[in-house]
Every structure is written in structure tokens, then in C-alpha cells.
């Protein structure tokens, strides 16, 4: 009988053995499958911010922010959904420009387009904004667009001297096309503007002229 009791009281013993040897294996097993999903997690995560920064260098690949300086715009041309606008019509601050041209500058930008819904000659403070671009960064690349209605004969220095790219919208080479394509605009002072601005300009700003093609 003792020899059973001691029998007995060893097979416990190594029962109670191997199964708390079992349990810390499996433990064990759990601790190092916890350890390495951590570390697999922390790798997506790290993959996952290098490639949010690889698509922001993609997204900026191009080095070029467009600012919308004002939505206002006296020509109504029949193919714009500005008539689809809800928001009311103003003119950026010049701290709120300030703000986007340091930011922007921080972060590589090298071209600024001022285009938009509006004509930037409607801003009265366009002259103010473009001088503190360049003031900011003399190599930095300025873009606008106009009907030219607006840029009457005392903006054409300041144009030449801080806009490297000038692109005139001309969406009809006749009045009669020209009034019906941009109504609310006039022709001949539109033609005259730019005239006087093609004389006096000696290459220093581009000029393009975008067309529509007409049937």
C-alpha cells in the first residue's frame, strides 16, 4: 500500500510537472506570438507613415500651389459654373496670403498660380501679394490669369517686374463672339489692354492666350 501511495503521489508529481511545463510553453508560445505581431504591427505602422510620406513628395512632385486671391469676375463666359456658386464674393487678406506663401515655401513650393473663379486685377491688393512673394523667394515662380479687362495700363510695371507667367483668357477674336462667349465684358478695352501690355513688355513676363475653339 505505502509502495502505491509513493507511486501514486510520484505519477501526480509528474503530472502536476508536465502540465505546468505545458502550460509555460504554451506561455511562452503566446509571449513570443505576441512579441512578434507587435513588432510586425510596428512595421506596417512605420511602412504605412513612410508611404503617407512618399505620397505627400508625390502629391508636391510638381512644386506648385494655386491660390484663388478672389472669386470676383465681371465676365459671365457661357462654359464657367461660376453662376453655381453658393459661396459670396471677396478678396483673400493679405495675412491670410502671407500665411499660405510662408507655408508654402516651407514645404518646397516653387510656383504660385493665382488663378481661381475670379480675375486676380479685381483684388486690390494683388500688387501688395505679389511683391511679398518675391520678396520672400526672388527665385520663386509667379502664375496668373486674366481677361485683362481689369489690368488697365498703371498695373502693366508691376506685372513685368514679379509675374513671370501671364496667360490672358481671349475666348473670341471678334466683338460679336467675344460679347457673346464672355458677356459683360468689353471687347475693345480688352484689346486695348493687351496691345498696350504686348508693346511694353520686352519678354520679360511669358504671355500665353488661351482660345476656345469655335464651330
Do not use: H
Not at 80 to 90: A, F, H, T, V, W
Not at 194 to 203: A, P, Q, R, V, Y
Amino acid at each position: 500500500r505505502a509502495y502505491l501511495q509513493r507511486k501514486s503521489s510520484k505519477s501526480r508529481s509528474i503530472k502536476i510537472k508536465t502540465a505546468w511545463e505545458s502550460s509555460s510553453i504554451t506561455r511562452r508560445r503566446r509571449t513570443v506570438k505576441k512579441s512578434k505581431w507587435i513588432v510586425n504591427r510596428r512595421k506596417k505602422i512605420k511602412k504605412r507613415k513612410i508611404l503617407t510620406q512618399k505620397n505627400i513628395d508625390m502629391y508636391f512632385e510638381n512644386k506648385e500651389i494655386t491660390i484663388e486671391v478672389t472669386n470676383k469676375c465681371a465676365a459671365k463666359c457661357v462654359m464657367c459654373p461660376r453662376d453655381k456658386m453658393i459661396q459670396s464674393l471677396e478678396v483673400m487678406s493679405q495675412n491670410l496670403y502671407e500665411k499660405i506663401i510662408i507655408d508654402a515655401f516651407k514645404i518646397g513650393i516653387e510656383m504660385i498660380d493665382l488663378c481661381g473663379y475670379g480675375d486676380v486685377f479685381l483684388d486690390g491688393g494683388l500688387i501688395e501679394k505679389l511683391k511679398f512673394t518675391k520678396n520672400l523667394k526672388p527665385d520663386c515662380k509667379i502664375y496668373i490669369s486674366t481677361t485683362a479687362n481689369a489690368m488697365v495700363s498703371r498695373y502693366f510695371d508691376d506685372v513685368t517686374k514679379y509675374v513671370d507667367i501671364l496667360k490672358l483668357s481671349i475666348y473670341g477674336t471678334t466683338p460679336e463672339i467675344y460679347k457673346k462667349v464672355m458677356g459683360g465684358l468689353s471687347y475693345e478695352k480688352f484689346k486695348r489692354n493687351i496691345d498696350e501690355f504686348l508693346s511694353m513688355n520686352k519678354k520679360t513676363t511669358y504671355t500665353i492666350g488661351n482660345f476656345v475653339k469655335m464651330k
